[in-house]
């Protein structure tokens, strides 16, 4: 019989030296000289403090979790020790609690930028109402708080995938409402093939806002649907968040300034990227300074929860996100990418999650049959994963069916068994990209699966980039802000 699982250390020199360093970022703002950017510090500061409690209070709140009930069994160990679940919900109420805590410094510095208030803070928006500041951050607040409401009671009374897909609409309705009553632009720019067509923008109105709606329902999904193994989960959200981090910081002003080649990546010349506080790719606009500051905020202290709940969640793992760890971030990555402008982007940072939800399509809208777990096939005597198998209904699979299936086998994305009499399908590998991973790759442990997951993740990112700021210059010209 295997041990006990005990809790992952945690070095008691790691709280005594990031504390002071946390404190020192927050403060730094208050002191003079005022630093550029002073409320990005203030974020930074956070940020740690959000890895710390995340780091100490995850393990801590842990059995109170167990004696409530909220506890699981590994289902790919040979151990059957009970695992504290819904730990998401101890993440989120340490990053909305910073989230809050923070709201003095961008919106003091937001006094200081208006007319008459003084010298202007480079990068933040000049002129803008602080009322439209505020009420853009406070809705996006808002959100999150339903959504770590939606998850936690969806981590209690395990709400069917056909009844859940449409609950992050509710959490996303003060953020569209917001949007709305700001007077929201809902214009987009036309690729230049269909210009000729369409014009140069095109105003979707309401279908915009419909937009906005799925954006929020896939963000949170996706990441719900790519999991099933220690770390899978917290992992994406950390490689997004990172990944949107880089993103904001080619609009910041640098002292520095370099330049990005993109002909190596099909573009046609090359981006100059900062130099004497200029708003880098930005091209001296505070709006979009302003917007991808934005993001940072919420991003930041995002990084910081997930790296230190992973600690815990990574394999073996000694606590569970559930589903309010996927509620949470999936909402604020829509957070972002509608306050923000720049939701297309955002997108292309989710690829492995779209081409998951593609495969998943036929098994989430009952075209093939849908078990109620598709994690992959543990195997004890060897500890390796296998492709996970559906058994098709007694009664013979339907006409599209079966062709769904077929055509999934011949693109190498399932592997089907057939009636050596009939040829009708007898089951097939659930379709998802943990499986196809398997499938593809061969047998292996989990911790090597959720590795692989990750450097897809990764490839994911690179491609997403080279996509942005390479071959967006064959749809679009201009600065694509």
């Known amino acids: 019989m295997a041990p006990p699982l005990s809790p992952r250390p945690l070095p008691g020199i790691l709280l005594v030296s990031l504390i002071p360093i946390a404190s020192w970022f927050v403060v730094r703002p208050l002191l003079d000289p005022i630093p550029p950017l002073p409320a990005l510090w203030a974020s ?23 004696k409530a009930d909220l506890k699981g069994k590994d289902l790919l160990k040979v151990y059957s020790d009970d695992i504290p679940e819904s730990q998401g919900l101890v993440c989120a109420s340490i990053y909305i609690l910073l989230l809050i805590l923070f709201i003095p410094f961008p919106f003091s510095t937001s006094i200081a930028s208006l007319p008459g208030g003084g010298n202007k803070i480079e990068g933040l928006l000049g002129a803008a109402s602080l009322h439209h500041e505020l009420s853009v951050y406070l809705s996006s607040l808002l959100s999150l708080l339903i959504a770590t409401l939606l998850g936690f009671l969806d981590d209690v009374f395990d709400i069917r995938w056909r009844h859940k897909l449409p609950i992050p609409l509710i959490a996303a309705i003060p953020l569209l409402m917001v949007y709305y009553a700001e007077g929201g632009n809902t214009h987009v720019v036309v690729p230049i093939p269909l210009r000729p067509f369409l014009g140069l923008l095109v105003n979707l ?30 992992s994406q959200a950390l490689i997004i968040a990172i990944s949107v981090i880089i993103n904001d910081l080619l609009y910041l002003p640098w002292p520095f300034d370099f330049r990005i080649p993109l002909h190596l990546l099909g573009g046609q010349t090359e981006v100059e990227v900062g130099g004497a506080w200029h708003a880098g790719m930005a091209y001296g606009s505070s709006e979009l300074v302003a917007r991808h500051l934005f993001s940072l905020y919420f991003m930041l202290p995002l990084v910081g929860v997930c790296l230190g709940f992973m600690y815990h969640n990574w394999y073996p793992a000694r606590a569970f996100p559930g589903d309010t760890l996927c509620y949470v971030t999936g909402m604020a990555f829509s957070v972002v990418g509608i306050q923000a402008h720049f939701s297309k982007t955002l997108l ?20 093939v049959p849908c078990p109620r777990h598709r994690v992959p096939r543990f195997v004890p005597d060897t500890n390796l994963l296998h492709p996970s198998k559906t058994i ?26 057939m009636d050596p009499t009939s040829g009708a399908v007898l089951e097939t590998t ?41 071959l967006a ?7 694509r802000r």
């Not at 940020?47 to 209070?57: K, N």
């Not at 690829?351 to 036929?362: A, H, K, R, T, V």
């Not at 009664?395 to 011949?410: E, G, H, K, M």
Request: proline share 5%; net charge positive.
């Open 430 to 470: 659930n379709l998802t990209i943990l499986n196809f991973l398997l499938l593809r790759l061969g047998p292996m442990n989990e911790k090597r699966l959720v590795q692989v997951l990750m450097c897809t993740q990764v490839a994911g990112s690179v491609l997403a980039f080279t996509i942005r700021y390479g």
């Open 473 to 479: 210059g064959l749809v679009y010209d201009g600065d």
């Open 392 to 417: 098709l209904k007694k009664q013979p699979p339907t006409r599209l069916t079966s062709l769904t299936l077929r055509i999934l086998a011949t693109l190498g994305l399932a592997e089907l068994t």
């Open 205 to 234: 109105g309401p279908l915009y806002y419909l937009y906005m709606s799925l954006l929020s329902t896939f963000t949170t999904n996706s990441i719900n649907i790519l999991a099933g193994i220690n770390g899978s989960e917290v």
């Open 44 to 66: 930074f500061g956070f940020s740690i403090f959000a890895f710390v409690a995340a780091l100490y209070l995850v393990p801590a709140l842990g059995p109170t979790f167990v």
């Open 348 to 367: 292309l940072f989710f690829i492995p999650q779209i081409f998951n939800f593609l495969l998943s399509c036929p098994q989430l809208f009952g075209i």
